[in-house]
């Protein structure tokens, strides 16, 4: 069996936060004796192998002092390995299960979880599809809306688009990216469309959504392993001059990435309201297919309840939020590490493919000449 190990970085908007998450990892791995491989994924796209005892001020400058370039190949089986030199490639590192801490980006939508299971290394946090399926805001929402989960309307938005269906003011996020990056908050559609570019955030595509300043934020975490655990309900602060939505400085700025955001926790709410959230938790971590830690985003008022969004790889993997019980960081790593190993993310199969399609077809030069 080989070791495990924490990848963190990437070539997303969230850099930044998700080195410190590993870093997190990392160091409560250190401490239980259990030191892990550490791979930085620059913002640049390499990955290096650094001390997993670092500090954030290390990575200040892009790759620390003393780091490995390492190649990942995807072809199975595949991994990670020192660069090698001409005449001999390196052997692989023995990596039994990578603790994911990429936010954002091809770290969280889908992108370097394909290329992993190429290569047949475990890795915690969602598969594939529900990577795909968290980070898409315009998919996922259309998934609350089939599964009949209270959301509000959300709609696809291009410089064609005369209406949406619904009155300003407006939200205006990027369809593929975190929760709280290049979110801008309009009077009405003309200035929408306009921040399609101005924002290089929106560059990829862009869904609005109805501002309810009215609404508060409330949000839940959900492991799926050993079995569905639902956590402490938190309410975030916001901190922010304007104060109008909750912002990245109000969920990463503070020292330890969003273990360190200000918040009420647990969030003074009525029984009959966590008992909602609770049961729309539930509800939401089967639609979404939820692998390992996840956190759901709702919009509240006294009597009105909707599902936001969810972040598939959380910040500080929400460790913060299960208090109640309480779930130390190193049993909520050694059972994402578990069920890594125990619940594969694929299966792929040839079964079928047996050459009676091959056997039976015509010369395809003939048909193309």
């Known amino acids: 069996m080989g070791e495990i190990a924490v990848l963190f970085g990437g070539p997303s908007p969230e850099h ?24 930085y994924w620059t913002k640049t796209g390499s990955f290096v192998q650094v001390d997993p005892t670092l500090e954030a001020g290390a990575f ?3 790759s620390p002092k003393g780091a490995t370039a390492l190649t990942l190949s995807a072809s199975e089986p595949g991994g990670f390995a020192p660069e090698g030199g001409r005449l001999r490639a390196a052997r692989p590192l023995e990596i039994d299960v990578i603790i994911l801490c990429t936010h954002g980006g091809p770290g ?15 890795y915690t946090g969602p598969n594939l599809a529900g990577a795909a399926l968290g980070m898409d805001k315009l998919a996922f929402g259309a998934l609350m809306e089939q599964a009949g989960i209270p959301s509000l309307p959300r709609v696809a938005l291009s410089a064609s688009t005369t209406s949406v ?4 003011p407006y939200i205006v996020k990027p369809r593929f990216g975190g929760s709280s990056i290049g979110i801008d908050v309009v009077a009405d559609l003309e200035v929408a469309i306009a921040r399609l570019g101005a924002n290089p955030h929106l560059a990829l595509g862009a869904v609005v959504e109805p501002y309810r300043p009215d609404l508060a934020d409330l949000q ?11 956590s402490a309900i938190e309410r975030p602060l916001r901190s922010g001059a304007s104060g109008e939505i909750l912002g990245y400085t109000d969920k990463y700025v503070g020292g330890e990435g969003m273990a360190s955001a200000p918040r009420e926790l647990p969030a003074a709410i009525s029984e009959q309201r966590e008992a909602e959230i609770r049961g729309l938790g539930a509800r939401v971590a089967a639609a979404a297919l939820v692998r390992g830690v996840a956190r759901i985003d709702f919009l509240a008022s006294d009597d009105e309840l909707y599902v936001n969004e969810i972040n598939t790889i959380p910040g500080s993997l929400a460790r913060y939020l299960f ?10 790593l050694a059972d994402l590490v578990d069920e890594a190993r125990q619940r594969p993310t694929h299966r792929y199969s040839a079964a079928g493919a047996d050459g009676l399609v091959l056997r039976g077809a015509s010369s395809i030069a003939a048909k193309l000449a």
Do not use: K, N, Y
């Open 60 to 62: 200040l400058e892009g």
């Open 220 to 230: 839940i975490a959900v492991r799926s392993h050993p079995a569905l655990e639902l």
């Open 323 to 332: 208090i109640s019980p309480l779930v130390p960081f190193g049993t909520l």
């Open 165 to 168: 269906g619904f009155e300003g």
């Open 16 to 39: 930044d936060v998700s080195i410190l998450t590993g870093l997190q990892a990392a160091h409560e791995l250190c401490s239980q004796g259990r030191p892990p491989i550490a791979i």
């Open 108 to 122: 969280e939508d889908g992108t370097l979880q394909a290329t992993l299971d190429l290569a047949g290394i475990a």
